[in-house]
């Protein structure tokens, strides 16, 4: 049952990345085994949250089904006691703690790396790939793209805005009437090659307050993302692409409060979800034993609203670190709360 559920849970959480991948293979000519790669790079990180919840689910309806047979009653009046009972729950549990670890620190980071790594190559073989008409685009840092129209064959763009953040001194906005994403793969650089536009720039300075406004013919905004892809550069990753030594590192290193506790909240993340096996297992056998009426479908609603209630606390408690200020270690809170919840149900 847990096996089937991890089958059935992984395909349900890809399926709104596969019709996004499946249209890079039918409108973009992206060959199949680049999309086939890129699945591969997105399972680990899925896997983090279905292998949990497929091992809670498989514990609800087998104990479920057991009660619902009566095959319980059999068993205590056989004499099994329930820390019997218990044994080989506990240690398919710890082999799931165990397999859900090697996932969050070794198995996510990697793959997140090489999935982004691998996204920014297939933007420089086929530079138009990101870029969606009428859509705020902001696939490069300190850029967002908005482009009216776009002709797919030719890689031409009509109608585009940009917003430059990336000097944040004199923030830009730039305007064209069309432009075309050009990349060199010799050099791994991409541009932007835009056409009859203009540049507006308000400066910061409370002594000067001038607007400028610049009109161009011709007009080059170098992306620079070779140094993002190449295998030897110092690419800066994101919190959930750094290894478990690279994270305790940028923590130490790190002197904004804001990004340190998102790397706080990054790294207590890696050791939390692994212990969400244990807990499911102390939650999991007595109200899958109790569940006898409800039968196979109210086992895995019942499954589904322990683990949205999780997710949902979980997640209240990530955004309160990051973006209110409160310590990240709040994001430890649900898990304490269903330990000892779970161990007060099985007593």
């Known amino acids: 049952l847990t096996l089937l559920g991890l089958l059935i849970f992984t395909l349900v959480v890809l399926m709104g990345r596969m019709i996004r991948l499946v249209e890079l293979v039918l409108n973009k000519g992206v060959p199949i085994t680049e999309v086939a790669l890129l699945f591969l790079y997105m399972m680990p990180a899925f896997m983090i949250i279905t292998l949990p919840l497929a091992f809670l689910m498989g514990i609800l309806l087998g104990f479920g089904r057991m009660s619902a047979d009566a095959e319980i009653t059999a068993m205590k009046a056989s004499g099994i006691s329930l820390q019997q009972r218990l044994t080989p729950v506990f240690m398919l549990a710890i082999v799931t703690a165990l397999l859900t670890t090697g996932l969050t620190i070794y198995a996510a980071p990697a793959s997140n790396n090489a ?5 920014f190559e297939i933007a420089t073989q086929k530079a138009d790939i990101g870029i969606e008409p009428q859509i705020f685009n902001s696939d490069f840092d300190g850029l967002v793209l908005f482009a009216n129209k776009m002709d797919p064959k ?9 917003s430059d953040e ?9 305007t064209a009437r069309t432009g075309m994403i050009l ?7 991409l541009s932007l090659h835009l056409v009859e536009g203009s540049i507006h720039r308000q400066s910061d300075q409370e002594e000067t307050k001038a607007y400028q406004v610049i009109h161009f013919d011709k007009y080059d905004i170098n992306l620079d993302i070779g140094r993002e892809i190449s295998p030897q550069g110092d690419r800066h990753k994101k919190e959930k692409e750094l290894s478990l030594g690279e994270l305790i ?12 506790r998102q790397l706080m909240v990054e790294l207590l993340h890696r050791f939390v979800l692994p212990v969400t096996p244990l807990i499911f297992a102390l939650i999991g056998v007595p109200l899958g034993i109790q569940s006898t009426r409800s039968g196979r479908g109210g086992g895995f609603a019942l499954g589904l609203l322990i683990f949205l209630i999780y997710y949902v ?5 990530k955004t309160l670190a990051v973006d209110a200020g409160v310590t990240p270690y709040v994001v430890v809170l649900p898990t304490l709360m269903f330990l000892f919840g779970g161990g007060y149900i099985l007593n």
């Open 313 to 317: 606390l979980y997640s209240l408690t």
């Open 249 to 260: 590192n940028r923590i130490e290193e790190n002197q904004v409060p804001k990004i340190e």
């Open 166 to 174: 990336r000097t944040t001194t004199t923030p830009s906005v730039i």
């Open 154 to 162: 030719s890689g031409l763009i009509d109608g585009i805005f940009i």
């Open 183 to 189: 990349s060199d793969p010799e050099n791994l650089t």
């Open 115 to 119: 999935f982004r790594g691998k996204i």
